[in-house]
Structures are given as C-alpha cells and as structure tokens.
C-alpha cells in the first residue's frame, strides 16, 4: 500500500473506531436521493461489511440509500441487494471491503478516483478464523432482533467490528505478523471475493489487479492449494448461485446479469451446459 500519503490518515481513522453501524432493517440516516440508473446494485449468497474510512458517497441497501460518510459500517447479509461498482459522481473515497463466509474473513482496501474509478486495491489482508467466526455468531443473534436500531447493532457487533479495525491498524503498522491465512498466501482472500460476487468480472486480468499479484502466480497457487483451477472455482460458484437463486424466485434475466453474462441467452446457452443434471 502507499504509506507515504495514506498511512497516518488510515490509521486516525481506524483509532477512532466504528461510528454509525447500518443494516437492511435500520432506520440509520438515511438520505434524500432516490434510487437512479446512476446506481449498480448486486446481491449474493456471502456476507459483505463496507467501512468508510474517507471520504462522501452514497449507498444503496436493501431498496435504501444511506449517507456513506467517514467511519460508518455497513452490514450486507446473504441475499440483500446492495450497491455495487462506484457512480460517476464518486471520488476520493478509501474504502475498506470486508467478505466473510463460513470458512474465511478477508478485506481488501480500496482507493476510488475521478470518474468513480478504482485505483486499486491499496492493501488485503485474511484474518485469523477465530475472529470471522465470532462476527457471525454476533451476526447470527443480531438477525433474531428486529427492527435493527442503531442501539441493538452497537449492543451485539460494536466491539466486535472495533476489534477487526485494530487487527487492520496493528497490520499496517508492522506490529502484528502475518496470520496462518495470510502466510498461505492470497488464495484464501480469491476465493471468498469470487464467492461474494458471484463469479462475476473475475477474468485473471481482474483478479491481478485487484491482489497485485501476477495472474500466473495467482493461478498456479491457487491450483496448489485447491487442486482446483480458478476458472473451474469459477464455474462452481456461478452454479451454486444459480440453483439458489433460481429456488428462491429470480428470473432467468435477473440471474443472467448477477452472473454477469452479456445476455439471457448466453446465460441460456452456459444453463444448458452445466446445469442439466
């Protein structure tokens, strides 16, 4: 990552805690814009957090648009829409990403430009499991509360997040080693961010940018430690997305573009072939 301009004002965000945390039940602070085609949406079978580290935008959540202001945490469970991509409008953003699943937690920093360009990914790390599986318990009995007010969230998640934003600042600062996760190297954040979006602009070119690794490292790996290659992953996961989609109700159009064919016909024509059975 770029200490020399990003690392003080990273690291005084991340001491200062989480501020407002927002999930698809709260009221939160909502803002005056609706929804326009401006908006990219998705959703997805994993967990996402965003933390805004620095700088204004907004965000769409389950059919809401919330102010995206610095040290808010956004909660996105399995299945919520949520925005995805940047808007035009977008710029001098840093944003930290959060992807969880059963098995891993990761994050992965990111810079947005002009234009609601992304840079880059500034930094990524894997947390040790322990702590991905304390944030979904936490999680777990925070989707038993409803409505999700500011107080409940804070009651259940508040130390929790705060913990993860100290193992982020203890790992920028050197003072905390390199987890098992994190020694194995950048597989297991690949395979939790190709789950979270479904497989979806996961071309090696794609995925060498976002780890700032080379697409042959990345793939040879990757192959090592899953025997699996990554297109075959791939594959698996537009699957699995597929069947649970389709028993939940979306339609063959709404599928084709989470998957990110160009057409309902090309997603047609991939259905044919892997989901026959």
Not at 151 to 166: A, H, K, M, V, Y
Request: with cysteine; charged share 25%.
């Amino acid at each position: 990552m770029d200490t020399t301009f990003f690392r003080q004002q990273i690291l005084e965000r991340l001491h200062s805690g989480t501020g407002k945390i927002i999930a698809s039940l709260s009221a939160g602070e909502l803002s005056g814009n609706a929804v326009d085609s401006s908006f990219h949406e998705h959703l997805h079978p994993g967990r996402e957090l965003l933390f805004v580290v620095s700088g204004v935008s907004l965000f769409t959540l389950d059919g809401r648009i919330y102010d995206a202001v610095p040290g808010t945490f956004f909660l996105i469970d399995q299945w919520e829409k949520h925005s995805f991509y940047y808007r035009r409008c977008d710029k001098e953003l840093l944003h930290l990403w959060f992807y969880s699943n059963n098995e891993d937690l990761s994050c992965r920093l990111l810079r947005i430009q002009q234009g609601g360009q992304v840079e880059g990914t500034l930094m990524t790390m894997v947390f040790e499991r322990l702590l991905g599986q304390l944030l979904n318990r936490r999680w777990d009995l925070l989707k038993k509360k409803a409505p999700c007010v500011e107080e409940t969230c804070s009651q259940f998640l508040r130390l929790s997040l705060n913990l993860l934003l100290e193992e982020i600042s203890l790992y920028i600062s050197g003072h905390l080693p390199e987890s098992n996760e994190n020694r194995e190297g950048i597989v297991p954040f690949l395979k939790t961010y190709i789950r979270n979006v479904n497989g979806r602009d996961c071309s090696l070119e794609r995925l060498e940018k976002l780890s700032g690794y080379s697409r042959f490292y990345l793939a040879r790996s990757f192959k090592q430690q899953t025997s699996s290659t990554i297109g075959q992953y791939i594959n698996d996961i537009r699957k699995h997305f597929a069947q649970e989609a389709k028993r939940r109700g979306h339609t063959q159009k709404e599928i084709a573009q989470e998957l990110g064919f160009s057409s309902p016909a090309a997603y047609w024509l991939w259905q044919k072939k892997n989901l026959s059975c």
